[in-house]
């Protein structure tokens, strides 16, 4: 099993930025992904970016171009750096760990963080 700890969130308005960090610690295998998904009021957890340990990388369409997600393999930590946030964009973002693809269904993911606040609000 793998734990992770989440920092970062936090409220912005619109335009700014955020960055999240997450830290992996505990069974945590060489070849793996980490990610983010967000999970706004009275809706479903949606992935917003995953970075593979071999570098591979996806995002989701509403966030291409203002995120950035990035890796230390080695310290198993994963950050997304939030750029041009939109209100859209409030949600509880959710560090995630699964030994598979960049996207797989949720039912997939082994492991989650205990979710962090982002709001974007002017």
């Known amino acids: 099993q793998v734990q992770l700890v989440e920092s970062g969130g936090g409220s912005v308005q619109p335009g700014g930025s955020l960055r999240l960090s997450c830290a992996a610690s505990?069974?945590?295998?060489?070849?793996?992904?980490m990610g983010w998904y967000r999970q706004a009021p009275g809706n479903q957890r949606d992935l917003v970016a995953s970075?593979?340990?071999?570098?591979?990388?996806h995002y989701a369409d509403s966030v291409a171009g203002r995120f950035t997600i990035s890796r230390d393999v080695a310290k198993h930590t994963v950050t997304l750096q939030m750029n041009d946030l939109k209100p859209e964009d409030t949600g509880v973002y959710y560090c995630a760990f699964w030994t598979g693809y960049v996207l797989v269904p949720i039912a997939r993911v082994n492991d989650w963080g205990q979710g962090t606040q982002v709001t974007v609000s002017s």
């Open positions: 970075m593979a340990s071999r570098g591979t990388i």
């Open positions: 505990g069974t945590v295998f060489s070849i793996n992904t």
